[in-house]
């Protein structure tokens, strides 16, 4: 046999192998591939792994610690970002908010512009444009009285100062900081005095690391530092049971005096002993041109993922106990036909809709750390602005036509909410409570506080995500059963014990397969008669081989590759010494 029938034999002996391999692999490989690389061509997820590759080699998985348990964490996660202080009909008010809630939103971000406010001068809450006088505050009040009646609560933005606040006015730039940080605290104080007891959360400033945010000038992590340290202390003053959200940062890798890297100026606002002026970090969570599962985790790369570095350098800075939440979420829709380059990415509508959904999708099931994420944005009031790409994140037209990212965020907000990995508290939003539970004050209590239930025959049922599950319990001589119910099959927990034990983590179920399993805990009486049970959270965590075997099929892959390469230069080298 010549050397040329040869190579072209081991070749098609070659590709036949890879078929075959592929045929028994193809589903799982390409899922993998795109849940490792967040793309969807298989050039650009090859692509992908390479780089995935070298930065594991480079630098380690990123520390985020899953399994502590954190505050703000456990609620409903879908919020969304309004300007309905833009609107100037109170129907457009009432549609959007209606539209939200109808969608499944419990949460909208909503500016309280400083310049809106307190316009005309320092402790001046009254408005005299377009020749009327009437208290600034109105159009406030009238959100938050919707916002109440529908059912949502709001995320309250306090930033964009007056011109009056700065000796320069505007020149500095109309989003540049003021001269007396006392006066933006003075307005911080105002607003939460007045929204006592109806809005909870509070931001204060926003993407303050480029610019314009911080004005024409440099930025300056340093200065936020002290402006977030003034809002925090003045707000707690006004009411001590309001949330500080720091600044979303800008998930940017830039060096520049103007653009700072959202790691870089995180970094320096730690150094300048801002820890203890926030009580949950906030991210801006894009994804540019990839999908929200590209796991390409690197100082030098803007995507999904960065939130994880964010993570890290919390840890590193002793905040582990804090939560992040996503003050804005979203991929652009730009036009193909726009005049400009795509500065925030480009997909089209139908994968804006499918990774907006898939993004929440992901960090359910794998940041126990991350709260609400605010999907960036729902409308604008008019049109004006579609020459600017930043429009093309929105989820419905000024007149209200919706697009695509809008029915499947409202499909996915309707999906059961589900327990993935992480440590979560007895209160978390996939909790399905049947029955007389009572929440229980106690310092003892994991976060202060548990959920107690002295009626046999009271549940809790739940949809679990992994492998390994435990329940975080009190137990001690008072304490009854429970009945457990995991995938159809049944055993019994007894809690009674000889002497009172708190945050006692007891194994429900080890080494199940990979995937969504259904749990229901039932209280029932104890041998001596006692039917008191105590829940302080539930831990759900991955088993290791999960990954190894992923790990397995493209190793798998990567040898029948390699082989494929080298029978075809084996066939070129041979033609040419014919």
């Avoid at 009432?94 to 969608?103: E, G």
């Avoid at 964009?160 to 104080?189: C, I, K, Q």
Wanted: glycine content about 8%; aromatic content about 12%.
């Amino acid at each position: 046999m010549s050397r040329k029938r040869r190579a072209l034999s081991t070749l098609i002996g070659v590709i036949l192998s890879l078929i075959v391999a592929l045929f028994f692999v193809r589903g799982l490989v390409s899922d993998t591939l795109r849940n490792w690389t967040g793309e969807q061509q298989l050039r650009e997820q090859i692509k992908g792994l390479g780089a995935l590759l070298l930065i594991r080699v480079e630098r380690p998985a990123p520390v985020v610690e899953p399994y502590l348990p954190i505050a703000h964490t456990g609620m409903n996660p879908y919020g969304i970002n309004t300007f309905l202080e833009q609107e100037v009909d109170d129907w457009k008010i009432h549609r959007t908010l209606r539209l939200i809630r109808d969608a499944g939103f419990q949460w909208i971000r909503q500016e309280f512009p400083w310049e809106d406010i307190e316009i005309e001068g320092k402790g001046v809450f009254r408005d005299h444009r377009q020749g009327r006088d009437i208290s600034s505050w109105d159009k406030y009040d009238d959100i938050v009285d919707l916002a109440q009646e529908y059912g949502i609560e709001i995320i309250a933005r306090l930033d964009n100062p007056p011109a009056w606040s700065r000796a320069a006015g505007n020149e500095a730039g109309t989003l540049a900081p003021p001269d007396d940080y006392d006066d933006y605290g003075d307005f911080v104080h105002a607003v939460v005095s007045r929204y006592k007891g109806r809005i909870k959360y509070y931001q204060i400033w926003n993407e303050p690391n480029i610019y314009p945010e911080w004005g024409e000038g440099p930025v300056d992590p340093e200065a936020y530092a002290e402006l977030l340290t003034v809002g925090y202390t003045r707000a707690k003053e006004a009411d001590p049971e309001v949330v500080i959200l720091s600044a979303g940062l800008a998930p940017t890798t830039e060096m520049t005096a103007e653009n700072l890297a959202d790691l870089s100026f995180l970094q320096r606002m730690y150094d300048a002993g801002v820890k203890d002026y926030f009580d949950i970090m906030s991210v801006q969570g894009y994804g540019l041109w990839n999908g929200p599962t590209d796991r390409r985790v690197h100082p030098n790369r803007a995507n999904f993922s960065r939130v994880l570095l964010i993570r890290e350098l919390m840890v590193r800075n002793g905040d582990a106990h804090k939560p992040i939440w996503a003050s804005e979420v979203g991929w652009n829709a730009l036009p193909r036909d726009f005049d400009g380059f795509p500065h925030y990415g480009r997909v089209s509508e139908e994968l804006q809709a499918e990774y907006s959904a898939s993004a929440y999708r992901r960090a359910q099931t794998e940041w126990p750390w991350m709260g609400v994420m605010s999907y960036w944005f729902f409308k604008r009031a008019s049109d004006h602005e579609k020459n600017q790409a930043f429009y093309y994140f929105r989820m419905m037209e000024p007149d209200f036509y919706p697009h695509p990212v809008y029915d499947a965020m409202k499909e996915q907000a309707a999906s059961p909410p589900i327990l993935g990995l992480g440590y979560h508290q007895q209160d978390h939003w996939a909790l399905h409570y049947e029955g007389a539970w009572q929440e229980v004050n106690d310092e003892r209590a994991v976060l202060g506080s548990y959920r107690a239930s002295e009626q046999a025959g009271d549940a809790v049922s739940f949809t679990f995500w992994g492998t390994d599950l435990d329940l975080v319990a009190v137990r001690d001589g008072d304490l009854g059963r429970l009945e457990v119910t995991l995938d159809g099959r049944h055993t019994t927990l007894d809690l009674n014990t000889s002497r009172s034990e708190y945050q006692v983590r007891v194994p429900l179920a080890s080494g199940l397969a990979e995937g969504e399993h259904e749990v229901r805990l039932t209280v029932a009486e104890s041998l001596r008669g006692n039917s008191r049970v105590a829940i302080d959270g539930l831990v759900v965590r991955r088993s290791p081989t999960f990954y190894v075997r992923r790990s397995l099929v493209l190793l798998l892959c990567v040898p029948l590759a390699v082989g494929l390469f080298w029978a075809v230069r084996r066939q070129w080298l041979s033609r040419g010494s014919v």
